[in-house]
T-cell receptor, first 111, second 114 residues
Framework: TQLLEQSPQFLSIQEGENLTVYCNSS?????LQWYRQEPGEGPVLLVT?????EVKKLKRLTFQFGDARKDSSLHITAAQPGDTGLYLC???????????FGKGTRLSVIA | EAQVTQNPRYLITVTGKKLTVTCSQN?????MSWYRQDPGLGLRQIYY???????DKGDVPEGYKVSRKEKRNFPLILESPSPNQTSLYFC?????????????FGPGTRLLVL
């Protein structure tokens, strides 16, 4: 059972376009994280959200945690080729329970 | 430099030949874990360790063993590798248990079992 469903799986857009990636679950998470992974490397943390309704911004990236703490979204404004990569959401239900990862969204931004 | 290191980065082996993938972190982290990443399946946790001498199964532990004798090291052991263990493996560590904590990932080990 996949606890975290990410959509879309693949996304190919032109430079300058906006996009949103979704991470949904029927379970409540105490925290949710977004990672980015580039080819040949391990995932790198972008953000952690812990409060329902929380919004965090990282330059052109906006992350939101759902009010019920069951879902999250990542919005990228004016995408650039450097944003290309695999975006992964990961959630933990409590302090010591294992982290669960979504299958990822592979983003390709074409110049 | 704070980092998680894995060795080897690439490995080709044959069915049944025991192998060990090493993982070491220099951040004094308590929590360490192993994942495998497969196309269409994403990252799945194999084993994790909350601290020295404390290990537990993740989602896909069959065919793997781990040990945590020292805080910095968390080797992954495949006693008798099989082709279905061909995968990309990542070790990760965090200061404490995973909720809300940054996971620092190693660079990955690409394993091919013939």
């Amino acid at each position: 059972t996949q606890l975290l469903e990410q959509s879309p799986q693949f996304l190919s857009i032109q430079e300058g376009e906006n996009l949103t990636v979704y991470c949904n679950s029927s379970s409540v998470f105490s925290s949710l994280q977004w990672y980015r992974q580039e080819p040949g490397e391990g995932p790198v943390l972008l953000v952690t959200v812990v409060t329902g309704g929380e919004v965090k911004k990282l330059k052109r990236l906006t992350f939101q945690f759902g009010d019920a703490r069951k879902d999250s979204s990542l919005h990228i404004t004016a995408a650039q080729p450097g944003d290309t990569g695999l975006y992964l959401c990961a959630g933990a239900k409590s302090g010591n329970t294992p982290l669960v990862f979504g299958k990822g969204t592979r983003l390709s931004v074409i110049a | 430099e704070a980092q998680v290191t894995q060795n080897p980065r690439y490995l080709i082996t044959v069915t049944g030949k025991k192998l060990t993938v090493t993982c070491s972190q220099n951040m004094n982290h308590e929590y360490m874990s192993w994942y495998r990443q497969d196309p269409g399946l994403g990252l799945r946790q194999i084993y994790y360790s909350m601290n020295v001498e404390v290990t537990d199964k993740g989602d896909v532990p069959e065919g793997y063993k781990v040990s945590r004798k020292e805080k910095r090291n968390f080797p992954l052991i495949l006693e008798s590798p099989s082709p279905n263990q061909t995968s990309l493996y990542f070790c990760a560590s965090s200061r404490t248990g995973p909720a809300g904590e940054t996971q620092y990932f190693g660079p990955g080990t690409r394993l091919l079992v013939l």
